[in-house]
């Protein structure tokens, strides 16, 4: 007997009917949270017993810092995380089996729009600070091991007159391409037939290609001193501050007396704002500087004496602050900190919509990184 | 038709018959044809007086061949491809008597009686031509087992393989107890064999079931013709063109099923046949199969919610298989006597390993990729079948290539289905290619040491990982060269003379590199690598005569085998062996008794003789040294078969053996460092047991089948990779140091009791009931097979897996049993025939058990072995874990803190991971497995 075609169709139909696509093996669903912690404002992002420090946007939704894991060499790792808080997106930490024997100090991690991670390491001996070796490299995000050195730092080519040593918060501004606060040093006598000795020739913010290896660094402006940078993605417009320091001649500490924040541009650029000097400061400092949205936002901080109750010693009381600077001029605290420990907010980055800042919390115990909403 | 019994034999015959069956047994030798072919005998006798006729012209299709009875009346032919032959008897004054499908069968001599009627008397047409009751016949003296194309066709195997898995005496590849590896190809009688590592890799080639004209699995015992075994011999013929086109298309899948009956498998088959020109013919098949989960297990779903097994225990990530096979063969007429035939086969598989430490990160993990090839050509005389001595003979020549490769992959990108469309990348390939042992004793590039994988649902550092691959680099590359003779002279109606040899010319690359992200030195092997080129020389002589109801097979077979000169300390050259083989058959009582004696030789495998750096589960040292002194695994055979017609269809067949091993491949530790070992030919063991076969045959629309082994299989080592505990290599003089006592344990495939139930039947076109006008179960052809086995030995331990907790496997797997469907109904299509079926395996979703822990006997690991090894990764990595960090996990944070710290949060997930990670999953057998499948012949 054979069937007849109404009921081949239809077996035909029960064999076809699921032939779109067979069943996906088991996903993986790790049992990780996607946001922040807690909800408290400020919100902490970050619960690491080891410091989090030096916060950087280096792409939408990218927050890039550095952490200490608490290794016995003083380990300093480069990580990617979301500015809303949640598990890092890549990190990179010294992973040789003797690794032990040498301080390592990962940076400028950036996570490309296509998913290579970039990040620089600086390697010494154990305890000795002055790195022997560094560079930038290049690679995919799961493995940091197979990563490419794509720059040199430390090490001054052949024929040129300078090399690199350090790229700070870095930006993904280009497909293949970041831009960066780096300094330029040489190698030359410090006076005319004295000792050979490393000399800074100067900070600058620089675009550095990825096209080639070694990457091209080419100098967008000089940033004379610079401690920190700022790009405000709608206008271009790049910043930096520096600190004014103390001329030698007149006061036997090294410390700065002021800090001003300078749109960059020629001749050294155009300053934007002043840190403040108050009346009884025993010290200050500038210590963050973040721009986007056409906003500007600073964190300072001082110290001055309170007045003395006698037998006790006089209290030294430290005042931190975080403010948004409006055609020259502070607005109120956006956040702020005051008391007798030395507690205080450090280095700022901006998420790319203006909507909040990411600020270092420098406490006696340790420093993390909290998100500070700040819509206008 | 004639109806031989023992009363036909002359009582001296008698006597010596009986004398001899205790003494012989086993290897029934086959009849001297060549292997894919087979015979015709009978009488020809006047139906009226039953006296002989002489002279009568016998013809077989239509005249293509034909002979003449002798003065006796007899005829024979010889060298007949296997298939059907309509026999034709004309002579004056009778009428002609016909048969249109007498059935050949490889290897095997067929009788067929012939009466002619006189024209003056009314006898049917129909009972003119009497063919012979096999079961019965003394003539067919080989006790084999046979897969007809048939069979792959009514029983629900999808391969060769699946088919011979259904015959008594089979374990997987085992045959008959035996070690894997103990076997031989034979593909239209040229002898092909993986020689380089059988043993672990099997034969690195498929052959197309729509190819297969039939198979014959022999695990008794084989003619003096084939070497290079010990325990089976698979015989397959494969079909020639037809004289008009037809083809088959066919295609199967799971796709209807959903979660974890959906393993993702597709498979397509593309076969046909045909004349081309000049009677020349032509037959192609495309066989394409992939499944996502190519390892699908039974296990069941993990117990903790947080692991992704337990809402889905599979399909397995980084699991899938496919496996491409084509073949075609073309058959050119040479003249009358002449046939000439080509053959080219090629198989690529290639799989992507599921590797439990990167269950969370499968973007990189091993895989493996065997392609093999075999490209052969087939000149055979056929003989003269009048001739007074007729004379056949066959030459063939082949080359087999097969190629190796096993190492890391990347994720695996999916054209359709499991189906990649391309050729895996193995990472390091061309430097294995290259053998470059200089440049890969620096780290590999591309290759990184794995960190432990942060994205498990346990977060801690442990156990799993990720981030970068295996470290493997492994290949190989066994070619071989065969040219072989076979010669048959006919020495009258009743002896047969056979004699021929083979040479086989090989050629042996090999390269490994383990742990490939870091340097070799220390406890890094350095890598390996050789080049040699073996040969391997056959020669034999048989001789089969036949006086009555009473056959006797006698043949002697040289077998040769020389490694080469380019392997290290190579101090034995040339080594050869003889091997003597008889058999003799007699019907007694209405039963056919078949005794025979064999001695059967095997070069060792050839990876065997080479160093090999070793970082897997076969590893018993880190490095261990090859011999290339090594000489022929041996066996000696007894067998005693009976087969016995109960009723008119139904027959019962039993075997009654007993094989000797001596010689076979060991591991021995060299002085006293049990990770430094060399091969010696230094196990012996014996396989003493019995077969029945109880056979209803496909008569009235359904057919049955029960077989069942009873057997011992012992030795002192169960396999090669195994250290020989009672054999010592003493490292000054390397001599073999054996302890006084040499005793013996059951080996691997020690299976003592084992049953296959197989029922097929078909219902007739107007049976079932009848749904809007249509039958829809008319024509359906269904079959059953139950199998069930005894456990299999395994060896306990202690805890630390270091010191056995009883005899080397003297413990027993829990027993074992499956049930497997086919329901097939045909259909049309226009004018086009075909068919649906469905295919069950395991159809009870039976969780069987393949293997245990050594050292709880059961599946899972104990408390204890999960509490040590958690503790141990949590001493290794105590750290805290920060809620930024990527492995933190809130159902770890106890205290909620935003920190995962201390021992009592830290603890508990790696004893959770510790639990993932040993939760047993390859040790049980397949699921039960659902496929539909569409066919349309044209």
């Known amino acids: 007997m054979i069937a007849r075609p109404p009921t081949l169709v239809m077996l035909l139909g029960v064999i076809l009917a699921g032939a779109c696509s067979h069943s996906d093996s088991f996903p993986t669903v790790p049992d990780r949270p996607d946001g922040a912690f807690g909800s408290e404002t400020p919100t902490r992002l970050t619960y690491n017993p080891g410091d989090d420090a030096w916060p950087a946007i280096s792409g939408p939704g990218r927050l890039s810092y550095q952490f200490r894991r608490g290794t016995p060499d003083r380990d300093i790792c480069a990580g990617v995380m979301p500015d809303g808080g949640g598990p890092r997106m890549a990190e990179a930490c010294a992973w040789e089996t003797d690794e032990a024997s040498r301080s390592d100090l990962f940076g400028a991690a950036v996570l490309l729009d296509d998913g290579r991670f970039l990040w620089t390491r600086h390697q010494s001996g154990t305890g000795n600070q002055a790195p022997q070796d560094g560079g930038l490299y290049l690679g995919p995000r799961g493995s940091p091991r197979t990563a490419v050195r794509v720059l040199s730092l430390l090490r001054q080519p052949a024929g040129a007159s300078a090399r690199w040593d350090v790229l700070v918060d870095p930006v993904q501004t280009g497909p293949d391409e970041i831009t960066a606060l780096a300094a330029q040093w040489y190698i030359g006598p410090t006076i005319k037939f004295g000792p050979v000795d490393t000399i800074i020739r100067g900070v600058e913010i620089a675009r550095i290609s990825l096209t080639t290896v070694p990457a091209t660094v080419t100098v967008l402006a000089p940033a004379p001193d610079a401690i920190a940078w700022a790009r405000d993605a709608g206008s271009g417009h790049l910043y930096y501050a520096r600190p004014t320091y103390v001329p030698p001649s007149e006061d036997s500490l090294y410390r700065p007396i002021a800090d001003t924040v300078f749109q960059a541009g020629g001749g050294g650029g155009t300053p934007v704002w002043g840190r403040p000097e108050m009346p009884n400061q025993v010290s200050g400092r500038l210590e963050g500087l973040a721009v986007g949205g056409g906003r500007v936002f600073v964190a300072y901080r001082w110290a001055e004496y309170l007045p003395p109750v006698p037998p006790a010693p006089p209290l030294l009381q430290t005042t931190s602050r975080i403010v948004e600077i409006t055609n020259g001029t502070a607005s109120a605290p956006r956040a702020s900190r005051i008391g007798t420990t030395p507690d205080h907010w450090g280095r700022l980055a901006i998420t790319q919509d203006g909507s909040a800042l990411i600020a270092e919390s420098i406490r006696s115990t340790g420093r993390d990184l909290y998100r500070i909403g700040v819509t206008p | ?938």
């Open chain 2, 1 to 938: 038709m004639t109806s031989p019994t023992c009363s036909l034999l002359t009582p001296g015959i008698d006597r010596m018959v009986r004398r001899l069956l205790p003494v012989l047994a086993m290897l029934v030798a086959g009849p001297l044809a060549g292997q894919s072919t087979g015979g015709l005998v009978g009488t020809v006798t006047d139906a009226s007086t039953g006296a002989a006729i002489v002279g009568v012209d016998v013809r077989l299709d239509g005249g293509a061949t034909a002979t003449r009875t002798d003065g006796r009346g007899e005829y024979r032919f010889r060298g007949l491809s296997a298939g059907r032959h309509r026999l034709e008897v004309i002579w004056p004054g009778y009428r002609p008597a016909r048969r249109d499908s007498v059935i050949i069968r490889a290897d095997e001599i067929v009788r067929a009686d012939v009466r002619l009627a006189p024209m003056a008397v009314e006898l049917a047409e129909l009972t003119a031509v009497g063919v012979q009751d096999p079961v019965l016949d003394p003539l067919a003296t080989q006790t084999q087992q046979r897969i007809t194309g048939e069979d792959l066709r009514r029983l629900p195997v999808s391969s060769l393989e699946d088919a011979l898995a259904l015959q008594a005496g089979v374990v997987g590849e085992s045959f008959r107890g035996g070690r894997v590896g103990q076997q031989s190809f034979v593909l239209d009688g040229l002898g092909v064999k993986n020689q380089l590592d059988a043993s672990t890799n099997g034969a690195g080639f498929r052959i197309p079931p729509d190819l297969i004209t039939e198979a014959q699995l022999i695990t008794n015992g084989f003619s003096a013709r084939y070497g290079q075994a010990l325990s089976g011999l698979v015989n397959v013929t494969t079909r020639d063109g037809g004289d008009t086109w037809r083809g088959r298309v066919a295609y199967e899948t799971d796709r209807p099923m959903s979660g974890v009956a959906d393993l993702g498998l597709d498979r397509l088959v593309l076969a046909a046949d045909g004349p081309i020109a000049g009677g020349v013919t032509a037959v192609g098949v495309i066989d394409l199969a992939a499944r996502l989960d190519f390892d699908a297990v039974n296990a069941p779903a993990a117990t903790d919610p947080r692991d992704p097994r337990f809402e889905t225990p599979r399909p397995l990530p980084h699991n899938s298989g496919e496996t491409w096979t084509g073949a075609g063969k073309l058959t050119i007429p040479m003249g009358d006597r002449l046939v000439g035939r080509l053959f080219g086969l090629k198989t690529i598989e290639q799989q992507y390993l599921y590797d439990q430490r990167y269950k969370y990160e499968p973007t990189l993990g091993p895989g493996r990729v065997s392609d093999g090839s075999l490209l052969s050509a087939h000149l055979q005389l056929r003989p003269d079948n009048g001739a007074r001595l007729p004379f056949a003979g066959d030459l063939r020549f082949g080359l087999f290539t097969r190629d190796f490769t096993r190492g890391a992959v990347p994720e695996p990108d999916y054209a359709f289905g499991a189906f990649t469309g391309k050729r895996l990348r193995i990472r390091g390939e061309e430097l294995a290619r290259a053998q470059d042992t200089v440049t890969t004793r620096s780290p590999v590039d591309g290759f990184t040491p794995p960190t432990f994988s942060d994205q498990t649902p346990w977060g801690v550092p442990g156990f799993f990982l990720g981030g970068a691959s295996v470290g493997e680099i492994s290949w190989n590359r066994f070619r071989e060269f065969r040219s072989q003779a076979d010669f048959t002279l006919g020495l009258g109606q009743n002896a047969d003379l056979g004699f021929g040899g083979m040479l086989a010319k090989q050629d042996v690359k090999t390269f490994q590199r383990v742990d490939a992200s870091r340097p070799t030195g220390e406890d890094v092997p350095p890598p390996t690598a050789a080049s040699f080129s073996p040969s391997i020389t056959g020669a034999y002589v048989e001789a089969q005569a036949r006086a009555s109801d009473l056959g006797f097979t006698v043949g002697v077979r040289y077998d040769g085998f020389d490694p080469g000169g380019d392997l290290h300390n190579a101090t034995v050259g040339a080594r050869s062996t003889i091997n003597p083989r008889a058999a003799v058959s007699t019907v007694l009582q209405g039963a056919t008794i078949v005794g025979s004696v064999g001695r059967f030789s095997q070069p060792p495998d050839l990876q065997y003789l080479i160093d090999a750096a070793f970082d897997d589960s076969t590893r018993t040292g880190r490095f261990r040294q090859g011999n290339p002194n090594l000489g022929f695994e041996q066996g000696t055979q007894f067998e005693l078969s009976a087969r016995i017609r109960v009723r008119e269809m139904t027959s019962f067949k039993v075997n009654i053996y007993t094989k000797n091993l001596d010689g076979l491949v060991s591991t021995a530790p060299i002085g006293v460092n049990p990770d430094s070992s060399r091969f010696v030919n230094a196990d012996v063991g014996n396989v003493i047991g019995g077969e029945f076969i109880f056979e209803r045959e496909r008569v009235g629309g359904w057919g049955a089948r029960l077989a069942g082994v009873i057997q011992r299989a012992e030795g002192t080592v169960t396999n090669a990779f195994e250290l020989q505990r009672l054999i010592r290599i003493d490292p000054n003089t390397g001599d073999t140091l054996a302890a006084p006592a040499r005793a013996q344990f059951p080996l691997d495939f020690d299976r003592r009791l084992a049953l296959i139930a197989t029922v097929d039947g078909e219902i007739n076109p107007d049976g079932g009931p009848r749904l809007f006008g249509v039958r829809p179960l008319a024509s359906v052809v269904g079959s059953l097979v139950f199998r069930y086995g005894t456990g299999l030995p395994f060896s306990r331990t202690d805890i630390t897996g270091d010191s056995l907790a009883a005899e080397p496997n003297g413990s027993r797997l829990p027993s074992q049993w499956t049930m497997d469907l086919l329901l097939r109904r045909p259909i049309r299509i226009g004018g086009l025939a075909g068919g649906l079926y469905l295919d069950v395996r395991n159809l009870t979703d039976r969780r069987n058990i393949l293997a245990v822990r050594r050292e709880t006997g059961n599946p899972d690991p104990s408390d204890a072995y999960l509490a040590a090894v958690a503790e141990q990764a949590y001493l290794a990595n105590p750290q805290s874990i920060p809620f930024e960090s990527p492995r933190y996990r809130r159902s770890g944070d106890l205290n909620n803190d935003g920190l995962i710290s201390g021992r009592s949060e830290l603890y508990p997930l790696y004893l959770a991971a510790a639990r993932d990670f040993n939760q047993p999953i390859f040790v049980y057998g397949p699921p039960r497995q659902i496929r539909f499948g569409m066919e349309l012949l044209f």
